[in-house]
């Protein structure tokens, strides 16, 4: 079982940027892949992009070439670095490996 914490989120003005970081422990994190999604408001949580342990990054159509997933072994965390943020980005954005899920952080795109 992996502990997941998510953090970074808030309020940011439309064209803005914001990033999210996760925490993950329970396991050597450099053998660690994971999942952001995000549930907006009415709407079913929606997978955004994923990591595999060795790096390989995969972000959905939806926001690619907005959104950056990255990890950093050494300082053990994840990351999800969102450019040109829209309304339609509003949700609470979620780490995920396996069974195990963060509580989960809300962010707001609002003029």
């Known amino acids: 079982q992996v502990q997941i914490a998510e953090y970074g989120g808030g309020l940011v003005q439309p064209g803005g940027s914001l990033t999210l970081s996760c925490t993950a422990s329970?396991?050597?994190?450099?053998?660690?892949?994971m999942t952001w999604h995000r549930q907006a408001p009415g709407k079913q949580r929606e997978w955004i992009a994923s990591i595999t342990a060795s790096g390989v990054a995969n972000v959905s159509a939806s926001v690619k070439g907005r959104f950056t997933i990255s990890k950093d072994n050494a300082k053990k965390l994840f990351y999800l670095q969102m450019n040109s943020l829209t309304p339609e980005d509003t949700g609470i954005y979620y780490c995920n490996r396996r069974d195990d899920w963060g509580q989960g952080t809300q962010v707001t795109v609002s003029s």
């Open positions: 329970g396991k050597i994190f450099r053998t660690l892949a």
